[in-house]
């Protein structure tokens, strides 16, 4: 399927290509663009069909690589640790879970493509320059927590294997490595992440292997047969979070492929299934081994696999996970500009400039690993769970948005123009539905913290997920589809500066 071209009038105006408007223009105008160079130049403005390249199945390895990593492993043994399930209950909930969110963090794939932008950027087609804000903002901080719950996972590994470094300077040495290949970019991400998919996969099928042939591990797995169903909610609740917090930044690998070749189906399927299956293989270890050790399961790799099989593993684990913090930091980046773009329309970053914004979330990031690695998993199911009061509602009126009133007809230009260009400052709407569904999820939260009446009533049950879903899909798509009209396309745009100062 090809794609007509991004932000293409609906109505025929004859309006330019969106990202074609930045072609030819800014310092690296006449000498082959960004793509020449080895540090990536772009930050938040529109690609151009000119630097576009890669393929939809290159996807599958980024996103692959992205989950098989010692937090997931952990995010497996949640299942039997926290919420109480035997092995099979555990790993139906982590499949429905991942199959359900996977499916909507996956449509967001297909925005990079048609677009050029990145995923945060569009979101203001819904939200408004300032309205977009709040979530901009709020991913940041998802970002933080995210880079410091891999850091944890990973220094601890590598302190197991290499106990001459402690914890702490592990988390510092991961933290810088992960500075280095975010800051060069978008193309190292995506080849680090080919081979870090070979390794990974690799690496979890050893690890399967002298799991289930190690004695008493898979009896004592397949005898444990706990379940509530307050627990069972929760753990499917995990699932689809797992994968709808990538949903602030997938379109952001995609953004580079050209759109004749990015079909909506291809960007999809290769995304959802890297994501799915590079989630679910890590999580049933985790499951395991949270049964057959029911502590610690790094700690029970090291009991399983012997010393020195153990800590070659789990060095290579530790860097997979440089690979996905440099994920975090880069979508970090791409935030922080969003949020300074929006009162300083014509400035984008240069090189300098992007490494000093990505420091600042790193060093945040750093301290929260610092200061939680002795309470990691309380502190990680928490985590999880404030996520999908905030995200969950976001990606509903994002993808009801793109797929259903506009279906995919934006005028890139105006992510970038005073005032919000054709979408303003704030969209009124699309901000109260978003208020008033985070509101109604409230009497359902249930966290160590706080107990909404209804999951008390139900005994613990949170179905905050499903209300943050679904009242927002309703009730944006009701108020939308009556006063969207077709967008106003001016026949021309000022182009944006590849770089800045």
């Not at 914004?357 to 199911?381: K, M």
């Not at 993808?399 to 105006?414: K, Q, T």
């Not at 303003?424 to 706080?450: C, D, K, Q, W």
Request: hydrophobic fraction near 50%; aromatic fraction near 10%; include cysteine.
């Amino acid at each position: 399927m090809k794609h007509p071209a991004s932000g293409a009038d609906p109505a025929g105006s004859g309006a330019p290509h969106p990202a074609a408007a930045t072609a030819g223009t800014g310092p690296h105008a006449g000498s082959g663009g960004p793509a020449h160079h080895l540090v990536e130049g772009r930050t938040i403005d529109a690609v151009p069909e000119t630097e576009r390249h890669g393929r939809p199945r290159d996807l599958f390895a980024v996103w692959f690589a992205a989950n098989i990593s010692p937090l997931t492993i952990v995010s497996g043994t949640i299942a039997p640790l926290v919420f109480g399930l035997g092995l099979w209950p555990a790993v139906a909930a982590v499949t429905l879970g991942n199959l359900l969110g996977g499916f909507l963090m996956a449509l967001h794939a297909a925005q990079g493509p048609r677009l050029g932008v990145p995923q945060m950027i569009q979101s203001r087609g819904q939200f408004g320059s300032h309205g977009s804000l709040l979530v901009t903002l709020v991913v940041v901080f998802m970002y933080a927590g995210w880079f410091a719950s891999n850091l944890v996972i990973a220094g601890q590994a590598l302190n197991r294997s290499v106990p001459a470094v402690d914890t702490s300077g592990w988390l510092v040495l991961c933290a810088l490595a992960g500075l280095v290949v975010a800051v060069v970019g978008y193309r190292l991400i995506h080849r680090v992440g080919r081979w870090a998919t070979v390794v990974t996969l690799a690496l979890l099928a050893l690890c399967a292997v002298r799991v289930f042939l190690t004695p008493g591990v898979l009896e004592r797995a397949t005898n444990a047969t706990g379940f509530t169903l307050s627990g069972f909610v929760g753990m499917t609740a995990i699932g689809i979070l797992l994968q709808i917090t990538y949903a602030p930044y997938v379109s952001d690998y995609t953004r580079y492929m050209p759109a004749h070749a990015a079909s909506r189906r291809s960007t999809l399927w290769f995304t959802y299934w890297g994501s799915v299956l590079g989630s679910v293989l890590p999580m049933f270890l985790g499951i395991v081994m949270g049964i057959a050790v029911a502590d610690d399961a790094i700690a029970g790799l090291d009991t399983v696999l012997g010393g020195t099989l153990s800590a070659v593993v789990l060095c290579s684990f530790a860097v997979i996970v440089v690979h996905v913090n440099s994920m975090n930091l880069y979508g970090t980046s791409l935030c922080l500009v969003t949020a300074a773009q929006t009162f300083r329309h014509t400035w984008l970053p240069g090189r300098l400039t992007r490494t000093a914004l990505i420091a600042g979330p790193l060093a945040l990031g750093l301290t929260l690993a610092l200061a939680f690695q002795d309470t990691f998993l309380a502190s990680y199911t928490d985590f999880l769970a404030i996520l999908q009061y905030v995200l969950i509602p976001w990606t509903a009126i994002n993808l009801v948005d793109y797929y259903l009133i506009r279906r995919g007809n934006y005028h890139v230009p105006s992510f970038f123009a005073p005032g919000g260009g054709v979408y303003g400052r704030i969209n009124g709407p699309a901000v109260l539905v978003y208020a008033v569904s985070f509101a109604l999820e409230v009497p359902f939260m249930h966290t160590s913290a706080y107990t909404g009446p209804v999951a008390s009533a139900l005994d613990g049950i949170d179905l905050s997920w499903a209300v943050g879903l679904a009242v927002p899909t309703v009730a944006y798509w009701l108020i939308a589809r009556r006063r969207t009209a077709p967008d106003l396309l001016p026949t021309t745009a000022p182009a944006l500066p590849q770089e800045g100062s």
